[in-house]
């Protein structure tokens, strides 16, 4: 699904970057790091004719304010100051990676707005440590002074070497011991992967917090789906926002993709999960 249009609203609280198509029931698509408004991968398997996929870039990301705006409590106002100019008044909230802090602040703190939660492969609490390898290696490659290199780099060898790059970032997002990179995937990753901008974003995101009580405020019936397979985000982000909400549902896939569940041959079933969770009122 192509998304083409990008609009920007300024808000009481600052500036939000945002696609919207289709009409119908209102859902909320908040991206994983790296991403912006431009992410439709998530999108997969939900018709535009039934559902108005709106998908503001979070701060940090795109044309979206930044510095003040860093906590996922504060991003969640700003979505929801976006949602007040868009006249949606209720709507379902799709918290993607590390869009997930931003869509539990947002389910929390606006419960007669928010119908529904989904949380897919989603970030519930404090993703990285600062000791850690994987942390400090961010902190260098994705610095926003650096991270349009990076990026373009990435993007350079995907024109030039789909394979061995979908090869690569395969053992980025799945555990999975055994698999194939069939063209249809290889070409799913790099269309995705073809917007990626890491901004100020990114940084903020593995930075994150967020607190047990505002977690626990969340009461909308809320669908939780992760992979054993999940080799960016650990599976017990998704237990512990199970124990923490309690009107939760917690699907735990052993999918090829890991924490790319929108590809592969496996996909169709678990898209069509999520499908039915937003699509039953």
């Not at 409590?73 to 209720?90: E, G, M, T």
């Not at 994705?142 to 979908?166: D, Q, Y």
């Not at 054993?228 to 199970?242: C, G, L, Q, Y």
């Amino acid at each position: 699904m192509e998304i083409v249009d990008r609009h920007l609203v300024h808000t009481e609280l600052g500036t939000i970057e945002y696609t919207s198509i289709g009409t119908g029931i209102p859902v909320v698509f908040l991206h994983g790091g790296h991403s912006n408004c431009k992410e439709s991968l998530s999108h997969k398997g939900l018709d535009p004719e039934e559902f108005q996929l709106i998908t503001p870039s979070r701060p940090g990301y795109g044309k979206t304010d930044f510095h003040t705006l860093r906590t996922p409590q504060k991003s969640a106002h700003l979505i929801r100051a976006l949602l007040d100019v868009l006249q949606v008044d209720q709507f379902v909230v799709y918290g993607i990676s590390a869009g997930g802090p931003t869509a539990i602040a947002l389910a929390a703190q606006y419960p007669n707005r928010v119908s529904k939660l989904v949380l897919a492969s989603a970030v519930t609490k404090k993703w990285l440590n600062k000791n850690e390898k994987t942390y400090k290696t961010a902190q260098v490659l994705f610095n926003p002074k650096i991270e349009k290199f990076t990026w373009g780099m990435v993007k350079w060898l995907s024109r030039a070497f789909p394979k061995i790059v979908a090869k690569n970032f395969f053992k980025q997002f799945s555990k999975h011991s055994t698999y194939q990179l069939r063209n249809s995937d290889v070409h799913e990753l790099i269309a995705a992967m073809n917007h990626y901008n890491s901004g100020y974003g990114f940084l903020n995101d593995i930075d994150q917090i967020i607190p047990n009580d505002l977690i626990a405020k969340v009461k909308c019936p809320t669908l939780i789906i992760h992979s054993e397979n999940d080799n960016t985000v650990s599976i017990a982000h998704a237990r512990h926002a199970h124990r923490m909400i309690e009107n939760s549902m917690l699907e735990i896939l052993r999918n090829e993709w890991g924490h790319l569940f929108w590809i592969g041959n496996d996909s169709k079933k678990t898209i069509s999960k999520v499908e039915r969770f937003i699509g039953t009122r």
